[in-house]
Structures are given as structure tokens and as C-alpha cells.
């Protein structure tokens, strides 16, 4: 069965500092892997994925992760944070041939002005 | 692209009523919804998925019964929670995804329901 794990429940940045936000799956095939912003009282925002390709994806608002299958992680990074970037985060996986994705128990992020 | 909305954005309702939340993908055709509930500081529970024309797959524990899915156009799926309880108040997000769209999941901005 897939899983995915997020190790952090909040990561604090200051402005204009990298950010990393941490991800790490477990799924029986090859995994689809995805980033998801939320912010208050909405929706879940589509970030970015990654299927087959490039092991770095580069997605929305600057925000970039990068697949690594020997360590089965997927780390959300951007090298210069913004206060708007203040939002719980997601990551989730889908294994291929599965319509589901599981989600991960979501890192708050506070960027600090 | 790629846009899913959810009427109503809220609803409150008196205890034993029912109620109807619709997901519409605006920009493409969605073989595909799902159903979550999210709980206040917690990750989505995925309910059911939906496909186009058929029955909805509920997840364990989730009551058929209770919530009722129906999936009757490439562009609409809706959420009926019949008679519903004060435990049953909570924030319900759709998601929509297709082929057309690379299997990605994109999703609505969420139903804030509560049962008084």
C-alpha cells in the first residue's frame, strides 16, 4: 500500500531565506508524486508533479522539488521565501495504474516578515 | 486551466435535514471526481471516487448509505449528506481529474458544512 510521510508538522523561514518542505513516499511501483498549497479556509492548489522525466520539476509561484528514488523523497524547495508563501502544504502520492492519492499530514509553513 | 467550483461555499442546516453540495469542472470534461473530508488542522479523508455514469467506490467506513454520490455528467458530480448530524459538520473538498488533464487532480475550493 502507498504511503507518504511528512516529518514536519511546521516549518518556520525567515523572509527571503530558502525553504525546504519535507516529503518521503513508500509506494510498490513507480509513483506519481505531487505538491499541493492550501490556504485558509479554501481548496487544495495543484503545485506540481512529477511522473517520469527530469528528477528536479520546477511548478507555480517558484517552487521546485526534486525526486529522488534512492532516498524515496520528494522535498519541496524554493531558494527565496516570500510572507505570502504562509500556507499548509501537502504532498501526495498516486502509484501508477491507481486513480487514488494519499495524502500526507500537511507542513504549516510560516514565513517570517 | 483546469478549474473545479463547489456550490454552495457554505451551508448551515438544522439537525435530521439534508443537504446537496454540487463539483463542477468548468474547463473539461471529468471522467473522473473524488469526495474528501477534512477535519480542522488535518489531511484530506478521501470519501469516494466517482466515475462518469456509474456507481461511486465509498472507502472503509464511509456510509453509502449516508452520503450519496452521484456522478450523472462528465462535468458535474454531487454530494447529498442525508439527514445529517452535528458530527457531521466539517469542510468537504472535490477534486476532478481526466485523462486530458494528465491525471492530475485539481480541486475545488471546498464546502464548509455545519449542522446545528
Known amino acids: 500500500a502507498q504511503s507518504v510521510a511528512q516529518p514536519e508538522d511546521q516549518v518556520n523561514v525567515a523572509e527571503g531565506n530558502p525553504l525546504t518542505v519535507k516529503c518521503t513516499y513508500s509506494?510498490?511501483?513507480?509513483?506519481?508524486l505531487f505538491w499541493y498549497v492550501q490556504y485558509p479556509n479554501r481548496g487544495l492548489q495543484f503545485l506540481l508533479k512529477y511522473i517520469t522525466g527530469d528528477n528536479l520539476v520546477k511548478g507555480s509561484y517558484g517552487f521546485e522539488a526534486e525526486f529522488n528514488k534512492s532516498q524515496t523523497s520528494f522535498h519541496l524547495k524554493k531558494p527565496s521565501a516570500l510572507v505570502s508563501d504562509s500556507a499548509l502544504y501537502f504532498c501526495?502520492?498516486?502509484?501508477?495504474?491507481?486513480?487514488?492519492?494519499?495524502f500526507g499530514k500537511g507542513t504549516r509553513l510560516h514565513i517570517l516578515p | 486551466g483546469a478549474v473545479v467550483s463547489q456550490h454552495p461555499s457554505w451551508v448551515i442546516c438544522k439537525s435530521g435535514t439534508s443537504v446537496k453540495i454540487e463539483c463542477r469542472s468548468l474547463?473539461?470534461?471529468?471522467?473522473?471526481m473524488f469526495w474528501y473530508r477534512q477535519f480542522p488542522k488535518q489531511s484530506l479523508m478521501l470519501m469516494a471516487t466517482?466515475?462518469?455514469?456509474?456507481?461511486?467506490?465509498?472507502e472503509q467506513g464511509v456510509e453509502k448509505d449516508k452520503f450519496l454520490i452521484n456522478h450523472a455528467s462528465l462535468t458535474l458530480s454531487t454530494l447529498t449528506v442525508t439527514s445529517a448530524h452535528p458530527e457531521d459538520s466539517s469542510f468537504y473538498i472535490c477534486?476532478?481529474?481526466?485523462?486530458?488533464?494528465?491525471?492530475?487532480?485539481?480541486f475545488g475550493p471546498g464546502t464548509r458544512l455545519t449542522v446545528l
Open positions: 477534486s476532478a481529474t481526466s485523462r486530458a488533464i494528465a491525471d492530475t487532480q485539481y
Open positions: 474547463d473539461f470534461q471529468a471522467t473522473t
Open positions: 466517482s466515475n462518469e455514469g456509474s456507481k461511486a467506490t465509498y
Open positions: 501526495a502520492v498516486r502509484d501508477v495504474g491507481d486513480d487514488k492519492i494519499i
Open positions: 509506494v510498490s511501483g513507480n509513483p506519481y
